[in-house]
């Protein structure tokens, strides 16, 4: 079993800057991609940013040029930066991560809890 855990949250103007962490532990013998996703009311979970394990990330057309994805693989840790933020950008955020639990595998996802980023306008 894999559990991950949030933080970096809240609420925010329009135009300001929220960093949100994501920590990943338990049974991990290789971690595939880690990566954010949001919810806002309403709507569907989409993709916001993802890593992979060869260090190609991938982003949402909406937040090219002010989200920036990182990881720091000796903690299994995906950060991601957001800047320029908008009030469409309020949602719940959700980390990622597809982890191969062995050597022999199988491959699961696992999901965070959420964190409700606000931006008012």
């Known amino acids: 079993q894999v559990q991950l855990v949030e933080s970096g949250g809240g609420l925010v103007q329009a135009g300001g800057s929220l960093r949100l962490s994501c920590g990943a532990s338990?049974?991990?013998?290789?971690?595939?991609?880690m990566g954010w996703h949001r919810q806002a009311p309403g709507k569907q979970r989409e993709l916001v940013a993802v890593?992979?394990?060869?260090?190609?990330?991938n982003y949402a057309d909406s937040v090219k040029g002010r989200f920036t994805i990182s990881r720091d693989n000796a903690q299994n840790m995906v950060y991601l930066e957001m800047n320029s933020l908008k009030p469409e950008d309020t949602a719940v955020y959700y980390c990622?991560?597809?982890?191969?639990?062995?050597?022999?595998?199988?491959?699961?996802?696992?999901w965070g809890q959420g964190t409700q980023v606000t931006v008012s306008s």
């Open positions: 990622k991560v597809i982890v191969v639990s062995t050597s022999w595998g199988p491959t699961n996802q696992y």
């Open positions: 338990g049974r991990i013998f290789a971690i595939k991609s």
């Open positions: 890593t992979i394990s060869d260090g190609n990330t």
